[in-house]
């Protein structure tokens, strides 16, 4: 069984720029959802995708919006970024839309200078 | 909206003690969860709780549901180094978005 892959492990980028990040969601789970953990701090929910439409929205500005594609994978990407966008973004897969369970990925660190 | 709080905030214990941390929300869960991260990883799940009351063991740890459904704590039992990280609860209800909170920070000194 494959776990929860995301990609870039670390990257950094200037304000103002653009980034993507990218989720494969574990084997069979069909709902993506994705967080921003700054440093010591617990994960926020950024929004969910189930059957490649937004299912669910945090308190983010609309700079940030994501996809879900057929494969169940995801992106989530970041307009005109911010200094306080530096945070580990999180992806975390679940089976169904409503289950009690996350399982996370190792995260993508993003850097704003 | 929904908050959760962790206590103690960071903990430093001796190897082979037992450990005790909680959980507390203002608002009612319908399902708690307890995560534990590394450095430059991702959380790992380690127990959920479905039912009020329900207590439920994985290994060394056991975590409780309170009867409130306003918070939870997690035991572990006989701590080892590799027990250092931090935990995190989360709450959920049905329909809704995960809450997480702020985390414990635990350290074994050896």
């Known amino acids: 069984e494959t776990g929860v892959t995301q990609s870039p492990t670390h990257l950094i980028k200037t304000r103002g720029q653009q980034v993507t990040l990218r989720c494969s969601s574990q084997s069979g789970h069909n709902t993506v959802s994705w967080y921003q953990q700054a440093l010591g701090q617990g994960p926020q929910f950024i929004f969910q995708?189930?059957?490649?439409?937004?299912?669910g929205r945090g308190n983010f500005p609309p700079r940030f919006s994501g996809l879900q594609f057929p494969n169940y994978s995801s992106e989530l990407n970041v307009n005109a970024l911010e200094l306080d966008d530096s945070a580990l973004y999180l992806c975390?897969?679940?089976?169904?839309?409503?289950?009690?369970?996350?399982?996370f990925g190792e995260g993508s660190r993003l850097t704003v200078l | 909206g929904q908050q959760l709080n962790q206590s103690p905030q960071s903990m430093f214990i001796q190897e082979g003690e037992d450990v005790s941390m909680n959980c507390t929300s203002s608002s009612i869960f319908n399902t708690w969860l307890w995560y534990k991260q590394d450095p430059g990883e991702g959380p790992v799940l380690l127990i959920a709780l479905y039912k009020a009351g329900e207590l439920t063991s994985n290994g060394r740890l056991t975590a409780q549901f309170g009867i409130t459904r306003k918070d939870s704590f997690l035991n572990i039992s006989a701590s080892i180094p590799s027990d250092v990280g931090i935990y995190f609860c989360?709450?959920?209800?049905?329909?809704?978005?995960?809450?997480f909170g702020p985390g414990t920070r635990l350290s074994v000194l050896p």
């Open positions: 995708y189930y059957r490649e439409e937004e299912n």
């Open positions: 989360a709450g959920y209800n049905y329909g809704q978005n995960f809450v």
């Open positions: 975390a897969s679940s089976l169904g839309q409503d289950t009690g369970e996350l399982f």
